[in-house]
């Protein structure tokens, strides 16, 4: 299994890729606010566990096996982020918020909040619901 850091840069390479097409050193590093060195160095690594090759000057590829994870994290990622937008987080939080979380949970416990997730998007009432519930706890007085 990756380490958090690792998932990080699996899942950065791997939406970077999604959106660009590539993924080079440098916009993981910018993405990732890390020096480049660092990423030399973690790409050099994923490249040794499979998850991706590295060709100093022709760029990066994912394998199969860094695809199929760098999908399932990147999906973990923007899963976290519905989740915190339904139960009403602010959205200056939830970016971070779910960086802060995302290694920290069992596929288990992802899964559920995947049910919770749907629960609500299946039925926009119960999200309405809750925001009612998230202004009255808001508005009550501080005990
Ligand atoms: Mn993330």
Redesign the pocket.
């Known amino acids: 299994m990756p380490t958090p850091s690792m998932e ?1 840069y699996i ?2 390479i791997y939406k970077l890729i999604e959106d660009k097409g590539y993924a080079r050193v440098s916009d993981i590093a910018e993405a990732l606010a890390v020096h480049p060195s660092s990423v030399t160095k973690m790409v050099q690594k994923l490249d040794k566990d499979g998850y991706l090759i590295y060709e100093k000057y022709r760029g990066l590829i994912l394998t199969p096996k860094g695809k199929k994870i760098g999908k399932r ?2 999906s ?2 923007e899963l976290l982020e519905d989740f915190l937008r339904i139960i009403g987080v602010e959205e200056a939080n939830i970016y971070n918020d ?2 802060g979380i ?1 290694h920290h949970l069992s596929w288990d416990a992802i899964d559920r909040i995947g049910d919770l997730v749907q629960y609500f998007q299946e039925d926009e009432s119960r999200i309405d619901l809750l925001k009612k519930l998230n202004k009255q706890a808001e508005n009550s007085p501080e005990t």
């Open positions: 990080d899942e950065q994290l990147l973990r990622h779910v960086e995302e």
